[in-house]
């Protein structure tokens, strides 16, 4: 397995470099960050060690290379199978109209003349951090830092199953927060008092009689007790008229309808909900440094 | 996928799969429900009930015993007056179904008033459940008898004994077996639990009644049915379109009359449901457990210094 390989020449060189592992290792590191390219590292690894030591550095290099191209591999293979589909069925068009004429021109094809895509992760000189990105850190980044930091602390490495909690983590702490954001400004419906669903349905007029909220249909859940063996049993679901008409009725007990507030979220909405609701961001050092960057993007000394 | 949580003490999987499956299935989901959320949906539940037996564990140790009784497990679920009426109509049932099954051992006043065999009339009226008068011990309030079922659940039941006309008989058939799954592994009051204790306690370290046992039945059977229906409400929020207040209800769940089969909305549910997925049942959890409702919200005021604990199914 490529993880074993990895730990083997890791240790190999960590016996070969002795005292200087720390240096070497701060190398490495500051490669992940993008503050030295492939080949700088590459020359001060080969500066710290002798130049028969120098294979353990290579071999180390290239495990690693291999387990990162591994994980972001089928993307890429995906990515390029439908390139290449693509520019095939295109070319094939094009031949078809043009055979009878006597100027062949054909528009070049322009995949031919891109560079070569370099794949994501811990190997290439792309961009590292998510925010640079602008997607959301994927499995092969992840598993990429977290085995840099576990060698850091003289762990052994990481395994797949922790990237997975952390990508999927990632997705819920901003899912959290923007759900906060627009709970302040549509309305929400709770069932069980917990959970929250259909946000941005029609709210009663409070300033009118109504008895919307007396009874809702899809309320008492699924269970049922009935004459069955076991006394329990899936409750007979609402029918699909009393589910439009209590759709109808909130709507004929809403306030009057205004235009919907469709603009895409402020920074304002951001700065004020975080004021509010301080518990969405659990870290208190996380929720600190972030208020003051939303407030210094709020002003201005002109201001 | 395995789960990691049920090897109990033979070392063999003790797992609910198969029920689980079978429940989603009645609950809405697809007659094959995804094989990965079912085992979700089985690790969510067990935590769940290890949590419970947990606090209940707390509060029988305060009374002084060392046994989880039903009455701890039924406190845990004061605040809601309409599951425990739910488990009041429960156990009418269930004493009808066992007074049906078994005429002869129900009578306690039969047996003679020997002193041998009055040790066994009292081991009878033990074995008798006492989960109403256990709710009516914390109901305060008299609220769980406010609770009222009403007769649209009649009308529905007519509507979808129309519709079950028109199935064929073996699609009926599994269907019908798919709602009566449960957590149970036999009838009677005394030999039902075995699997469902051997999955919670598998080394048996502490003491449940059979009770307590069957509440907690009831409640796993609960927390399956939140979570489909929560899965189902956030289908209808994704599917909604502005200006289309009716759109959100398409494709969903419904008990469909005849008359409507051609409305331009509506699809039957019973065998066109996409399986519920993971990704829906995360989601469902992590709007469960959101920091801004509810414990964690705004305006809620801890009195007590307890630890907030928050189970689906109460």
Redesign the interface.
Known sequence: MSSDAINISRRKLNEVLGDKSSKYFNHMKQWFRMKLTKEEFDMEARALLSADQVRFHNEFLLALLNKVEGLAETSITIAHDKAISHSRNSRRHKRNSRTSEKSNFEPADLLEYLPPNSPPGAGSDGVKYAVQEIFLPDHALVVGRFMLAAWELGLEGAEDDAADIIVVAVQNFLKNIITAVLSQRKGYKLRNKRFMYDLGGDMPNMWLRNSSMLYDPQSEGRVHVDDSMDALGPRCPPTIDEVEQSAAFEIACSGPSTEPNDDKLTIEEFYNTLLTHKNVIACHSVYAVNMERLAVMLNHPSY | MVSYFTIDATGENTNFQKEISNMMH???DNPNPNAATVVLVEDIVLQQLRSMIQEALNYSMLKGTNVISNHEIIYLMRKNP?KLK?LQ??QI??DH?DNTRNPTAANPSTTSILTGIVLEEEKESKKKRTHIDVIKDLDEMDEVSLVKFDA??YL??V??AKITESMSFEKYEAYHKA??S?F?SG?GLSKGFVKLESWINPTKELKITQLALEVLC?LA??TV??I???VF??R??SK?K?GD??S??EGG?????QS?NN?VY?KS?YEGVPAITVAEV???L???F?????I?G?FHRNMSNDLPV?FIAI
């Not at chain 2, 769940?253 to 009359?257: E, I, L, Q, R, V």
């Not at chain 2, 959101?290 to 509810?294: D, K």
């Open positions: 009645g609950f809405g309409v739910r109509n429960y049932k269930m179904i649209i659940d529905r039941k509507r979808a709602r009566c449960s149970r009838y009831f059977y609960e049915a939140e489909v229906d929560a409400l956030i209808q929020d909604k502005s207040p009716f959100k209800f769940y419904f008990c469909n009359p409507l409305a509506i549910g995360r989601e469902v992590r709007r469960y959101t920091p801004t409702t509810g964690n705004l928050r």
